[in-house]
């Protein structure tokens, strides 16, 4: 058997040579390198991991950051987007880490995961127990819901700029069932072309906002007064924080790999890429527009129409429902193993039993329509423990003992070699978050929430449309 043929049957091939093969789909699909099928459809590549972080990491958000910038000011909001982009490299690192120790200590018990997907929570409990899978299930699927619903939520927002004969609400709707489509969708092994356009069209889109901006100019009497107050200053923070947290669906993506041991560096080197979308289209943006951006939160809103930017709106709304696809499938397969389809090789009864999990995120988008503060209020509230602060944690909880250290799977880092120092920058990272990120940031992204709630109320027609008396308010 060829070493391609024998990769395509492991999502996740051995440690050792003892680990037995998984997901043998062979009577399924065609194995062949160079068949169509396999080029656009079976990724497990390094690189496939690679474009499957960096098109998750930055979709709608893109277009919310200049906005965080107008909050907290150019020199916070550059620095900041650095400083949480080194942050969640490290714990997406920590997280493949805890998920080799895992594998590595099934593998010695001889658990077979044919037709099975790992999950973190599932991690945690085997290496930690079932209160620290209750709290990584808890926070993953609620932040993965709400991740969701931003996607779907942005949808409503963007097309809206293109065509505002409809109002968002009813625009919600029409997304919601175009997102469902995503159930037919079986792994993260497959979203390979999804993922390759997806960052394809973002790099447009950030690059259309840095030109566009720089085109257009400063518009008359600009003012870049931020930060203003610190409600403001903590609620762009969070939404930072919240652009790079988008890897709880790192243990996923690692499972779809043939190689996963060689994930470990990936999300770093994903968001060095991202940092060229996101700061130069922040920074055109806020400095032709300035404190205009309070109260616009989708930068789209403040560029003139052309078919540039309608060429941008198009591309971010479909790699808006890529990412809708990503935030869901691991929730698609919580939903499976709760209802004991997920052994299920039909894929068209899978798809049939995902179908409930769509349901509560179409309606939570309803309720809550605003686009930009509740990216901020999911960052403190939900991504600064699911992404930050519990992988941490866990790390720290999992190596506690000089046992456990000394047969660990993955040995410190060359740049970082002291368990000690891991010990130390892990508990920096728990401090840290959950102090400015939950403390202060939940306190601002929940306040400026709330005025959005008592401003345009819950369901909410149409959120900060220029055609509504109420806009002229916030």
């Known amino acids: 058997m060829s070493g391609e043929k024998q990769a395509e049957e492991a999502i996740v091939p051995s440690f050792n040579n003892t680990m037995e093969h998984e997901e043998n789909d062979e009577d399924e699909v065609d194995h062949s390198i160079f068949s169509v099928k396999s080029l656009l459809w079976h990724g497990g590549s390094v690189y496939d991991a690679w474009f499957s972080c ?137 979203y390979r072309i999804w993922s390759f356009l997806g960052l394809g069209m973002t790099t447009y889109t950030a690059w259309y906002l840095t030109i566009a901006a720089l085109v257009h100019g400063q518009v008359e009497g600009v003012t870049h007064q931020g930060p203003t107050k610190l409600v403001l200053y903590f609620t762009g923070a969070t939404n930072i924080l919240y652009t790079f947290g988008g890897h709880a669906v790192t243990v996923e993506i690692m499972h779809a790999m043939w190689k996963p041991q060689k994930f470990k560096y990936i999300y770093l080197l994903a968001t060095l890429y991202v940092f060229t979308l996101t700061i130069p289209s922040a ?31 198009i591309l971010m709304l479909i790699h808006q429902v890529i990412t809708f696809g990503f935030a869901c499938t691991p929730l698609y397969f919580v939903w499976e193993k709760v209802v004991g389809m997920h052994d299920t090789k039909s894929m068209c009864l899978r798809a049939v039993s995902r179908l409930p999990v769509v349901i509560p995120i179409w309606f939570l988008a309803i309720i809550f329509p605003f686009f930009g503060p509740i990216n901020s209020a999911v960052g403190a509230l939900l991504v600064s423990f699911t992404v930050y602060i519990i992988p941490a944690l866990a790390h720290m909880l999992t190596y506690k003992s000089a046992s456990a250290r000394k047969n660990a799977a993955e040995k410190p880092p060359f740049f970082l070699p002291s368990w000690t120092a891991i010990y130390a920058v892990n508990a920096a990272i728990v401090i840290w978050v959950f102090v400015v990120g939950f403390g202060l940031g939940g306190w601002a992204s929940m306040t400026n929430f709330i005025k959005q709630v008592d401003t345009f109320g819950l369901f909410a027609k149409c959120y900060q449309c220029p055609s509504s008396p109420s806009s002229k308010h916030h």
């Not at 997907?117 to 085997?126: A, N, P, S, T, Y």
């Open 54 to 190: 960096a098109s998750n990491q930055v979709a709608q958000v893109l277009l919310t950051l200049p906005y965080s910038f107008s909050q907290m000011g150019m020199l916070s909001g550059v620095i900041l987007q650095i400083f949480y982009g080194v942050l969640g490299s490290w714990t997406a690192y920590l997280i493949s880490v805890l998920y080799i120790e895992y594998r590595s200590r099934k593998e010695k018990e001889n658990v077979s995961f044919k037709n099975h997907v790992i999950q973190w929570f599932e991690v945690l409990d085997g290496l930690l127990g079932p209160y620290w899978k209750a709290i990584g299930l808890a926070f993953n699927c609620t932040f993965l819901l709400f991740g969701s619903v931003i996607q779907l939520i942005a949808c409503a927002s963007n097309i809206y700029y293109i065509n505002d004969k409809l109002d968002k609400r009813t625009w919600t709707y029409i997304f919601g069932a175009c997102c469902a489509t995503t159930v037919f969708i079986p792994s993260f092994h497959n």
């Open 283 to 313: 920074a055109a943006v806020y400095w032709a527009f300035g404190d205009q951006l309070l109260n616009h939160s989708n930068a789209f809103s403040l560029l003139p129409r052309s078919g540039w930017r309608d060429a941008a709106v």
